[in-house]
């Protein structure tokens, strides 16, 4: 199986497993989805940036990724923490520079 038909169907299955994130106004990409080694990238963007409850989602994707797909071992989710909202969000690299978390959302 090629990288390119690994990446298009967990592109896929993001858009059917995870509408929430669209209807949030969030954004999500495949970076990465290498058969090979089982690894996939998955960048979170839109409203995504600094939303409270990211981390869970990003923890869900990781879960539901390796549980659905045999292929796929290891998943790492990025999230950009630039605190902004919307369209204007640093997405795919684009209009500015990604600052990623590394603490938990949970921290209030």
């Not at 090629?2 to 858009?15: G, Q």
């Not at 497993?17 to 954004?27: A, E, F, L, S, V």
């Not at 796929?72 to 999230?79: A, R, S, T, Y």
Request: hydrophobic share 30%.
């Amino acid at each position: 199986m090629s990288e390119e038909t690994l990446k298009e169907r967990v592109e896929e299955w993001m858009v059917g497993q995870m509408p929430i994130i669209r209807m949030h106004g969030g954004r999500s990409m495949v970076r990465e989805a290498d058969p090979k080694t089982g690894t996939v990238s998955v960048e979170l963007g839109g409203s995504c940036a600094g939303c409270g409850i990211s981390d869970l989602t990003a923890q869900n994707i990781k879960r539901d990724l390796i549980q659905d797909f045999e292929e796929i071992d290891e998943v790492h989710v990025l999230v950009p923490s630039t605190g902004e909202q919307g369209e204007s969000t640093v997405e795919g690299g684009r209009g500015g520079e990604l600052q990623y978390a590394t603490e938990s959302a949970n921290h209030f």
